[in-house]
């Protein structure tokens, strides 16, 4: 059994996984931290699937991209859990797990985009592998136009991620028909947890201080202390 944590962007999710199906997952968006809203639901996730926190043999969370202060917030909060109960952790990229929601609809090219801010996106591409996804284009932080003139000039591509949702008209101007929006939910634990018990099983989880966050590109705070050196 593993628990699952996404606060990468407002739409917040924890999840309980056992043995490749989801047990619980609770739901959430949050305009602004989700420091109240994850530890509710963190123990309604519990409840639900009827289980005790010891009862659990691992951790899972979405280490980024998204929203820094949202990265931080969940981070912090499996990595308490983790020292406190000795739990492995696997840690995810909030862009596979939001692709891993494509895999099952057997769909050519899967475009997860996340809003960046500053004009910018987190995205990647990746194309079914079997059960797996083979990464196209390398996930990191990019100018919409930049990201979409990397995709293939041919075939259908699904986007989906509150990036694909802020860009919308400029990626249907660029790619037609072609393109194609996906109108699933945006919340992934499940898929975070669905991940991350499969890094455990093949011996990638991570002790808490090896745990990092994924940004792709400085905060606010860096960006401003990088000036001044």
Same mark, same amino acid.
């Given at each position: 059994? $593993?628990?699952?944590?996404d606060t990468t962007t407002r739409f917040g999710s924890v999840a309980v996984v056992g043995k490749g199906e989801v047990l619980a997952e609770v739901n959430y968006v949050s305009p602004s931290s989700h420091s109240r809203q994850v530890f509710r639901a963190v123990d309604e996730a519990l409840r639900v699937a009827g289980l005790k926190f010891d009862e659990l043999e691992g951790l899972a969370v979405a280490a980024g991209p998204g929203s820094f202060t949202g990265i931080r917030i969940g981070l912090s909060l499996v990595k308490a859990l983790a020292l406190a109960s000795g #739990? +492995?952790? *696997? =840690?995810?990229? *909030?862009?596979? *797990? $939001? *692709? #891993?929601? $494509? !895999?099952? !609809?057997?769909? %050519? !090219?899967?475009? +997860?985009? &996340?809003?960046? #801010?500053?004009?910018?996106v987190f995205a990647g591409a990746y194309r079914p592998d079997g059960e797996e996804l083979r990464e196209l284009i390398p996930a990191g932080a990019y100018r919409p136009a930049d990201f979409l003139d990397r995709l293939p000039s041919t075939g259908p591509a699904t986007f989906i991620g509150t990036g694909a949702r802020l860009y919308r008209s400029m990626i %249907?101007?660029?790619l037609g028909q072609r =393109? &194609?929006?996906?109108? #699933?939910?945006l919340h992934i634990a499940a898929e975070v947890g669905l991940i991350g018990q499969k890094l455990l099983a093949g011996g990638q989880g991570l002790s808490p201080a090896a745990l990092q966050p994924i940004y792709y590109r400085q905060s606010q705070a860096e960006e401003k202390k990088t000036a001044r050196e």
């Open positions: 059994m $593993l628990l699952a944590v #739990r +492995p952790l *696997a =840690a995810v990229s *909030a862009l596979e *797990a $939001l *692709a #891993r929601k $494509l !895999l099952a !609809l057997g769909v %050519e !090219l899967m475009v +997860p985009m &996340i809003d960046a #801010r500053k004009g910018e %249907e101007d660029r =393109a &194609i929006f996906s109108n #699933r939910s």
